[in-house]
């Protein structure tokens, strides 16, 4: 747990789940201006906040499961693509019926193997508002709502770009005469 009132480790979980956190307040900060938050991350787990009056209420830090999306990048002849970039393109909040706004952290992207698998983790479930972007040389390939149903089961995906194209033809222009063609 980290709390906003300054960096820095404040408690560790045990086996339950459960810690015990001991904060004083500075006078200025016990107004209903600024509400002090805890932070707490967890293998597995979306990073999560509350704020720490909440917190007292409740006695409750509820984190939100985070999936997995792996699989392989093959081009149109279903040979592995290395080095392709995988982004996971997310929206900046999700609406939890339990917990309201979360914000969901950026996700830094992955290359693919030299076998073409990826994998990246730490994907929010269930995410209807997502885009996987898979670019490789000048190939840009979109995926839409493709984030892991359940935090146990990773999303697999097979990810095949097309063939590459070469536009042939002449270049005009405003002013100028037809170019001939290179071939």
Same mark, same amino acid.
């Given at each position: 747990?980290?709390?906003?009132?300054?960096?820095?480790?404040?408690?560790?979980?045990?086996?339950?789940?459960?810690?015990?956190?001991?904060?004083?307040?500075?006078?200025?900060?016990?107004?209903?201006?600024?509400?002090?938050?805890?932070?707490?991350?967890?293998?597995?787990?979306?990073?999560?906040?509350?704020?720490?009056?909440?917190?007292?209420?409740?006695? /409750? #830090? $509820?984190? !939100?499961?985070?999936? *997995?999306?792996?699989?392989?990048?093959?081009?149109?002849?279903? @040979? +592995?693509?290395?080095?392709?970039?995988?982004?996971?393109?997310?929206?900046?909040?999700?609406?939890?019926?339990?917990?309201?706004?979360?914000?969901?952290?950026?996700?830094?992207?992955?290359?693919?193997?030299?076998?073409?698998?990826?994998?990246?983790?730490?994907?929010?479930?269930?995410?209807?508002?997502? /885009? #996987? $972007?898979? !670019?490789?040389?000048? *190939?840009?390939?979109?995926?839409?709502?493709?984030?892991?149903? @359940? +935090?146990?089961?990773?999303?697999?995906?097979?990810?095949?770009?097309?063939?590459?194209?070469?536009?042939?033809?002449?270049?005009?222009?405003?002013?100028?005469?037809?170019?001939?063609?290179?071939?």
């Amino acid at each position: 747990c980290e709390s906003a009132l300054g960096a820095g480790r404040l408690a560790e979980s045990d086996a339950e789940g459960a810690f015990a956190v001991a904060v004083r307040l500075p006078e200025e900060t016990r107004s209903e201006r600024h509400l002090p938050m805890l932070g707490a991350e967890a293998p597995g787990y979306l990073t999560g906040s509350i704020a720490l009056a909440w917190l007292a209420r409740t006695g /409750v #830090l $509820e984190l !939100v499961p985070s999936g *997995t999306l792996e699989g392989r990048v093959l081009d149109g002849e279903g @040979r +592995p693509v290395p080095a392709a970039r995988l982004a996971w393109q997310r929206p900046q909040y999700l609406q939890d019926a339990r917990l309201g706004n979360l914000r969901v952290p950026e996700l830094a992207p992955v290359l693919s193997a030299a076998d073409g698998s990826f994998r990246l983790a730490g994907v929010p479930c269930g995410v209807d508002e997502s /885009v #996987l $972007e898979v !670019v490789h040389g000048s *190939t840009h390939f979109s995926l839409e709502n493709v984030a892991p149903e @359940r +935090p146990t089961e990773p999303r697999v995906l097979e990810v095949r770009l097309g063939r590459g194209r070469t536009l042939v033809g002449q270049l005009q222009w405003e002013d100028a005469n037809l170019l001939p063609r290179a071939d």
